[in-house]
């Protein structure tokens, strides 16, 4: 029924604009551009609202045309000249599972979300490879082609390498320290088989591969020449595809009669923010639960109005180690009112000095939206144990994450809470082995992943020979096709990979040059 309302296109602006009339942008727009001009990200100039009947005809509907109804409420439903249903239809069919986002009871009155059911097994495959599709869907309707570089520490690097293989618009370099990310995470990106794709080991950290990515897009000529592109986890586009699964756990679990409260698992606060998210847009979300390991900047700060970067620490669960959380800019300008030069001041101040400057009522504000709670590695292994010897389920240390801080919460017991596991336990095998004894399996998709070909590359950590090395293996870019303007796109490369230092991290808050 929603598919026949018709409704005006949604706009977005940037949270950092500080003109009287702020400009707004498509969302075509928005998914090429990542990060808006000014530095800031974009969200859109008002959410759109599901009515209950709208939610109530949600149930019933396959993950991919639940998705369509949502995505379409934001984007319209052509891309362009490119109808988004076929294409959503296309993303979700190649997942593990037939639910795609499955639920799982665990006890009473608490429920597991499985968000790993993706090609890397981690929940950024369900943003990441819609995100791939649309920019295929886009750039080709424009004649155009981007070359994609990121760095990564593990995890991203795959989820974006497998949301853009084989498409004809893109190619794309992620660059990897060399020997330091895990076996299966190394692999993951050496095995693909597609000449589109380039994993590079630096023989460097993985800030050497971010300092050399920040340095590729730094090189206007280079840039431009090759359109650099990224994908990265500010994207508005990756936000509105985690809005889909909160939606279908909210239906399958009652929704719209009854409420729902989630658990989440938080680093760059993407996900716990696209929950927040699906609640404005009318989902009944009684409590979100912002779930953090010992970086828990973000709990501190609901906790005592502080927001103050520490140093980041090696935990358990690696893609939550992070101080400055990027997404957290969008509920920011909510919380000052959509007054985007007093977002652009408050990061600056925050890039200056280490501290976000949040007034007590903004502060409040936050902890009616949210409850946050810090889970140690200790409390991280006893979940996973007691989580095994009580139900039998293998969870992956972050979403031991989710399901303890769901435990630890002050909680109303009468409505159902979703803890989100957003990795298959045999991505992390040895902290699951360590907890329980039993040695995780890697899913029949990937059962044969430790014996496939790699193809690896070693490159010195020498801007020069990664930019010959581009240069030998991008497809030329057709000629007057140039498009990103200078800067739109220069900062937005730190994005992929998500286990930075607190220095890279805050640089890339803060940095709009
Ligand atoms: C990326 C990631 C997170 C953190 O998600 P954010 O959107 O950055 O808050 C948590 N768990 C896993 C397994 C991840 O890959």
Redesign the pocket.
């Known amino acids: 029924m929603s598919d026949s309302v018709s409704v005006d296109p949604v706009r977005y602006l940037s949270t950092r604009d500080d003109a009287p009339t702020p400009a707004t942008a498509s969302f075509e727009e928005v998914l090429l551009a990542g990060l808006a001009h000014d530095g800031g990200l974009y969200v859109p100039v008002e959410v759109p609202r599901f009515t209950r009947d709208e939610i109530a005809a949600m149930s019933g509907l396959s993950y991919a045309e639940l998705a369509t109804r949502v995505v379409a409420r934001f984007a319209g439903s052509h891309l362009g000249t490119v109808p988004l249903a076929p294409l959503l239809a296309e993303t979700y069919a190649g997942f593990g599972h037939p639910a795609v986002a499955p639920l799982k009871q665990l006890e009473s009155g608490l429920w597991l979300m499985e968000l790993f059911h993706g090609p890397t097994l ?3 495959d369900y943003a990441l490879q819609l995100v791939g599709r649309l920019f295929e869907a886009l750039l080709q309707q424009r004649g155009e082609r981007v070359t994609i570089v990121g760095a990564t520490s593990g ?2 690097g795959s989820a974006a390498i497998e949301a853009c293989r084989d498409r004809d618009a893109v190619d794309i370099f992620i660059l990897y320290p060399n020997g330091r990310t895990s076996e299966v995470q190394r692999r993951q990106m050496t095995t693909v088989d597609a000449s589109n794709v380039h994993a590079i080991a630096i023989d460097g950290t993985f800030d050497d591969c971010q300092d050399l990515v920040k340095a590729m897009f730094a090189d206007a000529t280079f840039r431009d020449g090759f359109n650099l592109s990224a994908v990265n ?1 500010i994207n508005w586009a990756r936000i509105l595809a985690q809005i889909v699964y909160y939606f279908a756990a909210g239906v399958a679990l009652g929704a719209p009669h009854r409420p729902v409260a989630f658990s ?9 923010y696209a929950a927040h998210i699906a609640r404005r847009t009318g989902l009944p979300v009684a409590q979100l639960v912002v779930g953090t390991n010992r970086n828990d900047i973000l709990a501190r700060f609901l906790a005592t109005g502080k927001m103050t970067i520490g140093t980041v620490e090696p935990s358990l ?1 690696p ?2 180690d ?1 101080q400055v ?1 990027s ?1 957290f800019e969008r509920l920011l300008f909510e919380l000052m009112d959509r007054d985007g030069a007093a977002v652009a001041g408050a990061m600056r101040d925050f890039r200056a000095s280490g501290t976000l400057p949040v007034s007590p009522a903004q502060w409040h504000a936050a902890q009616r939206l949210f409850t946050g709670h810090r889970v140690d590695d200790a409390a991280t292994r006893a979940t996973i144990a007691a989580t095994w010897r009580d139900s039998g389920e293998l969870l ?1 240390p ?1 979403s031991a994450v989710a399901v303890a801080a769901a435990r630890a919460v002050t909680r109303d017991r009468n409505v159902p809470m979703v803890a989100l596991a ?2 298959h336990p045999a991505k992390f095998p040895e902290a699951v082995e360590a907890a329980t004894g039993q040695h995780p399996p890697l899913p029949a998709s990937l059962a044969d992943l430790m014996t496939r070909r790699e193809r690896i590359t070693v490159l010195p950590n020498q801007l020069a020979a990664v930019q010959r090395f581009v240069a030998d293996h991008a497809r030329p870019i057709p000629a007057g096709r140039l498009r990103p303007a200078p800067g739109s796109l220069a900062n937005t490369s730190e994005e992929i990979g ?1 286990n930075q230092s607190a220095a890279v991290s805050s640089r890339r808050v803060g940095d709009a040059a």
């Open positions: 981690a929940f950024k995890d991203t986890s989440v698992p938080t680093g760059n606060f993407g996900n716990v669960s893609s939550m992070i959380s997404n992956d972050h957003c990795a998500h």
